[in-house]
């Protein structure tokens, strides 16, 4: 358990800060920022790590989550079973 106040530990921690954004930039190299938000939020990153991560606002990654998950809602809509075990489009 690290001890309280101890100055490695703040150290630590913002090394591995950096690791972080240096792998997120990476996986994300290439991709648009709404592609970089959704990748990063599939990998369970919070809005506002990512946001820091993409140079963007908190508030411009939860647009592009919300954004995603209604259109995602939309294709789940069109495309209900019927009756006779195919798909509905």
């Known amino acids: 358990m690290p001890l309280k106040g101890d100055v490695n530990n703040n150290s ?28 990063l939020a599939d990998l369970a990153l919070s809005p506002m790590q990512i946001a820091d991560i993409v140079g963007v606002s908190n508030h411009n990654v939860s647009q592009v989550l919300y954004a995603n998950k209604k259109s995602g809602d939309k294709k789940k809509k069109k495309e209900r079973p019927t009756a006779e075990g195919g798909t509905r489009v």
Do not use: E, F, Q
Not at 12 to 39: F, Q
């Open 12 to 39: 630590t921690d913002a090394k591995l800060d950096l690791v972080i954004k240096l792998l997120a930039a990476i996986y994300t190299k290439g991709s648009s920022n709404s592609d970089a938000i959704t990748k």
